[in-house]
């Protein structure tokens, strides 16, 4: 029998002692837990840059694994905890939207509100609701619990808007939607087919990034336009930072030109 | 049989070297240890930033975890090293103070100082004993050693002084012990039973701070005093960082009037 | 059997996406991987500094880890994939030197060029080989696949200058190559031996640091050299970082004379 994975996915920061009894909660309910950080630095309360990061990883991941996110500016409203089954993926996490990314690429197969208590600590605590509800209930999960048992279903998740890219024949209009640790700003236009194309890439309707195929293609310091890993349209300084050079971030628009 | 965890606290900082080489003794030593990091980015040498992050955590994690604990500013001196059972806890550590803390709810069941070299790596650098001594001795442990034969019985730890809250049934004074990563700022009152006596509270003598018993009670960027997750009063400012807003941090006075 | 271990460093910063892309990969090619993080925090694209990083920490785990390299400015250039055993130490890794240091200690056993797509993620992104060569390559080694199957052997490695202290019976003239997170600055001169024959130690041929053999000999603020924990002249600040006191880092000289 292989030993479960259960992710975890926070905004604590780096050492703090909420990551610490999270780790803690869980491995103490289920001790065959294979615990695999994939980050603990999303920016505090930042629900969509939490959303775009499990986009980005969590298809890579086997459907076994268990993914717990703590984003949670809601803790202590009535902001509901669920657990959803997107395509073949489980995830624990508030209903916020921060699922919203990846649900478009892997539809909500099912999806139940935490409500059972007996599968929380004992004492739940009014700001930490990540330890004592959405932590406990990954390791049930992981020993075998049926989501059924967690509580109702619901099929109202809450949705971010997702800012979609304008496309015609001519052109594509988007906007940075990510910057990642090297200041590569990722757009929400899809780049597949683009290089065949020999797009004209702009920023801010103005600032010209040529379009390559890898960062090598150009000089240090040069503005590129190219298919990021996630293959969308991405700027990018060439042994730089681009968010730095532009002194610019989410929300910067994009335009393509063919 | 389960594998056995072994959990790793420095004050290494990101990314560094030292980290990577305490994981490979371990391993190494022991290939069925299970490694989970807690933190490694204790402020480097602060005793009592680790200390608190201990008592925060620790407890949550079942019986026959081992934690290994790397903040060691008397690396060289005379300063011991142990392995301490507090309660069902077992701890690798320098004899520093930094299990004060955590040893005031799960008291000492028995210490043994290290001096058997047996168990430390054969050659033993004078400015890294986390590597060459806590680290082996931690796999030998989760190997099934008897702390007895790492060393004689000690009982005479250091101890950090901790401030104590001063409590009346009008008032309590008391003073900001920790800042965590969102910049919350955790006192040392007990915040049970506080939520019942309408409290009035006050940072550094005057500045009023509004109870609440979430963060979401508050407007953004007003400042609140809560519970927090460890049970203490905590002053925040919600979606904000009180530790900047109020450019204070550890030692500040903390008034509860009732 | 005990399951395999399989070592992370990278470049990618804290919380990447592409951490959590790279350990998703590998644990749903082989779900009994154990993954160790050893570090995300190389600086962006610096080969040098994960040259040494891997020299310090590769050493200390066992024979049958798999480490994963991913420090690859190169990336969608002519540079090639590896998959090198250094002793019995194997890594795969881009060759652009990041092996250098450790296979002065570690010779070359044999090294092959990742060139056999059957091992490799059905589509690869130009940008992030990481993800889809190298982390799929080392879950198949992890399975048991022969390096053999994985491309051709190789013999030419890219090899970084490695500066060599100058040594004389007098003298010793070295620089710095490494500085690490407290701002310690680890130079390339051996510091076996260095202890029993009072040294004088010159920063940047002018400014003294005193010989000790810990850092508690020293008042707080002093500048002194040490052996380092890989028993290098290390020159340090107790309490303090060398680094920033002095405005200085890598490439800084230093002498030693006696």
């Given amino acids: 029998m292989i030993d479960p994975v259960i992710t975890l996915t926070t905004d604590f920061g780096a050492g703090s002692p909420y990551e610490a009894a999270l780790k803690g909660v869980i491995v103490a309910l289920n001790p ?3 615990l695999i950080d994939l980050s603990h630095a999303i920016p505090a309360q ?6 775009f990061f499990l986009a980005s990883a969590i298809p890579y991941f086997p459907a076994d694994a268990i993914h717990v996110v703590v984003v949670d500016p809601g803790v202590g409203t009535e902001r509901r905890l669920l657990c959803c089954d997107l395509g073949r993926h489980r995830l624990v996490a508030p209903d916020n ?6 649900a478009q690429e892997h539809p909500v197969d099912q999806a139940v509100q ?5 599968y929380w600590l004992p004492v739940v605590s009014p700001t930490f609701h990540g330890r004592d509800i959405l932590a406990p209930v ?6 075998g619990v049926d989501p059924l048992d967690l509580g109702p279903p619901v099929d109202d998740l809450v949705q971010l808007p997702v800012p979609q890219p304008q496309v015609n024949e001519k052109a594509m209009e988007g ?3 990510f910057v990642d ?9 899809p780049a597949r087919g683009l290089a065949t194309k020999l797009p004209q890439v702009f920023v801010n309707g103005q600032i010209p990034a040529r379009w390559v195929r890898t960062y090598r293609e150009a000089k240090r310091g040069e ?3 190219l298919a990021s890993s996630t293959n969308l349209l991405e700027i990018a300084v060439v042994m730089g930072s681009a968010a730095e050079q532009l002194g610019r971030g989410r929300g910067t628009s994009i335009s393509v030109r063919f």
């Fill in 32 to 34: 065959r837990a294979r």
């Fill in 138 to 143: 990954a390791a049930h999960l992981s020993l």
């Fill in 181 to 189: 640790s090297f200041g590569n700003m990722v757009s929400n236009i």
């Fill in 223 to 225: 503005l590129v336009a």
């Fill in 46 to 51: 930042d629900v969509w840059h939490g959303a």
């Fill in 175 to 177: 906007e940075v939607i």
């Fill in 97 to 102: 939207g921060i699922l919203s990314l990846l």
């Fill in 114 to 118: 935490l409500t059972n208590p007996r």
